[in-house]
């Protein structure tokens, strides 16, 4: 069965860093578009940032400058660092893979593998 797992969520401090984890198994994220989503409680799940296979890096205005997506596919991992943290960043946070060989979507509809979600709290 394909899985991913998050990791590395936690409460943090406004202004802090955080870097979350999405460890792939049973399949290879090579050939995979691979997206961060977040959802907040009583919020619609919206796109954080994707990579596409090639290593192109998409980010919704909201965390430009702040959060950096990357991606390991010889250890099947990819990372979400966040840096600047903001309350509003406050969410559970899932990644999300696809096959596609070019290009990556902020869309959450786009993708068919999906995590179980990091909780991630920015709170003094």
């Known amino acids: 069965q394909v899985q991913l797992v998050e990791s590395g969520g936690g409460l943090v401090q406004p202004g802090g860093s955080l870097r979350l984890s999405c460890a792939a198994s049973?399949?290879?994220?090579?050939?995979?578009?691979i997206g961060w989503f977040r959802q907040a409680p009583g919020k619609e799940r919206e796109g954080v940032s994707c990579?596409?296979?090639?290593?192109?890096?998409y980010y919704a205005d909201s965390v430009k400058g702040r959060f950096t997506i990357s991606r390991d596919n010889a250890k099947n991992m990819a990372y979400l660092q966040m840096s600047s943290l903001k309350p509003e960043d406050t969410a559970v946070y899932y990644c999300?893979?696809?096959?596609?060989?070019?290009?990556?979507?902020?869309?959450?509809?786009?993708?068919?593998?999906w995590g179980q979600g990091t909780q991630v709290t920015v709170s003094s």
């Open positions: 999300a893979a696809v096959s596609m060989s070019y290009g990556c979507s902020l869309r959450s509809p786009s993708y068919n593998y």
């Open positions: 049973r399949f290879t994220l090579d050939n995979h578009a």
């Open positions: 990579i596409s296979n090639y290593g192109n890096t």
